[in-house]
C-alpha cells in the first residue's frame, strides 16, 4: 500500500514538476533570459516608449519621429573599451550593406546610450566617428532624463550592470524595430549579417 | 537537550535563520553575485527546511512517510525543485521579479529542503548511493558548463562570477566524491545497510526516546 501510494505520488510529482519546468522555459526552447527575450518579443512585439533623445549633433528628437523607417537599435556606451567597438564596427558594416535603403530613408541605425550622464552629443560624435560613421543613417543618441532610459531598459529588456571595474557589461544585441515602432526581433551581435537580410527582406515589396 | 526540547529549538532555527535571509541588506548581498545566490543562499534556505523537518511533530512525519516509502517521494520532490532552480534564467528572475523571489524563498525550504531531510532517514544504501552520485555528476556537469561558457547565462551576472561559480561546483562534487570514496572504503556501512533493510520511522520529537 506505501509502495502504491509512493508510486502514485512520485508520478504526479515527476509530470507536475516537468510541467512546470516545460512551461517556464517557453516549451524548452528558453533556458536563459536573453533567449527568452527573443521569443518573446517575436510572438507579442513590444511598443517602443516615446521617449526624447538627443542626438550627436544636439538635435532632440522623439523616438516616434522615426515611425514610418525600419529601425535596427543597440545599446552603447561610448567610454566601452572592447565589446561596443566590435558592435560599432558591425553598425559600420551594416551602413554598407544597407547603403540603398538607408539613404532612401527607409531604414535608420540608431546607437542609444545608457549613459546619458556621461555620453553627450560630442562624446556620441566622437563615438561615430571611432566607429567609422559615414554619417548616412546612423545616428547615436542618449535618453533625456533618468525616466526615459528606465523606460527603453524595460520595454527592449536591457539589463546593464557594473563590470567592476568602472564600465558596464550588458546584453548587447541588434534589436529590429518596425516602422510602426515595435521591437519585432531580437539578433545576437556578431550576427549583423542576419540583420541586414531580415531588413532587406521586410522592405522587398 | 532532552528531544522534548529539540523541535522548539529547531523551530526557532529555522525562523530565524529564514528572517535573516529575508533581510533586505543580506537578501541583495547574497544576490549580487551568482556564485553567493547559488552556493550561500539557496543552500541555506534548504537548510531552512532541513531545520523545519526536525520541527515537525512526530505525528506528522508518520502520515508523510506513508506516502513516502524508502523516500522516494520526497527525493522526487526535491530533485524536480532543484532542476528548475538551475535554470538560469529563474536565477535572474527571482532577482528582478518579487512573484519569482517568493516562489524561491518558500519551495527551496518547503520543496526542497524539508522532503529531503524528511527521506533521507528513510533512503536505503542504493537510493543513497544513486542520490549522491547524481549529486556529485551533476555539480561536475554545471560546473563545467559554468567554467567553460563563453557567454553569459545570466543577464545579471559577469562571466568571472560565472566562472568562480563553476569552480565552486566542481570543488564541491569533488569533495562529495572523495566522502563518498572514503565512506566506501573505510567507513561503517552497518548504518546505512540497516537502514536499507527497514527504514526507521522518525523517532525523533517523541517522549519515549528521551534518556
Known sequence: MRLLRTLFVSVALILAGGFVVYAATDRLQAFTTEAARRIAVRQHPV????????????????????????????????????????????????????????????????????????????????????????????????????DGLDQLETSFGITVI????????????????????????????????????????KLRP | MTSRLRPVVAACGAASLFLVLLAPPVKRALEASMTAQMLVQIPLLVAVGISIARALPARASETIADWNYNGISGLVLATVTSVFWMLPRTLDAAVVDPLVATAKYLSAPLLIGLPLALSWPRMGFIVRGVFLLECIATFFRLGWLYVISPERLCN???????????????LIGAALFLAVAWKLLWGRFDSLSVAARE????????????T
Open chain 1, 47 to 146: 511598443d517602443i516608449p516615446p521617449v526624447t533623445l538627443e542626438t550627436q549633433s544636439g538635435a532632440r528628437i522623439d523616438v516616434t519621429g522615426l515611425h514610418g523607417k525600419w529601425l535596427l537599435v543597440d545599446f552603447i556606451y561610448t567610454r566601452c573599451p572592447t565589446y561596443c567597438v566590435a558592435l560599432g564596427s558591425e553598425f559600420a558594416q551594416l551602413q554598407d550593406r544597407l547603403g540603398g535603403p538607408l539613404a532612401k530613408g527607409a531604414v535608420e541605425l540608431v546607437s542609444i546610450s545608457f549613459d546619458p550622464a556621461h555620453d553627450t552629443p560630442p562624446e556620441l560624435a566622437a563615438y561615430l566617428q571611432r566607429a567609422r560613421s559615414r554619417g548616412a543613417g546612423w545616428l547615436a543618441a542618449r535618453p533625456i532624463g533618468r
Open chain 2, 156 to 170: 545579471l551576472y559577469l562571466l568571472e562570477d560565472q566562472q568562480r561559480l563553476g569552480q565552486g561546483l566542481m
Open chain 1, 162 to 201: 557594473a563590470d567592476g571595474m568602472g564600465g558596464y557589461t550588458h546584453n548587447a544585441a541588434i534589436h529590429v524595430v518596425d516602422p510602426q515602432g515595435r521591437l519585432i526581433e531580437i539578433i545576437d551581435s556578431g550576427q549583423s549579417d542576419l540583420a541586414a537580410r531580415t531588413v532587406l527582406e
Open chain 2, 199 to 210: 527504514p526507521q520511522p522518525a523517532h525523533r520529537g517523541l517522549p519515549s526516546t528521551a
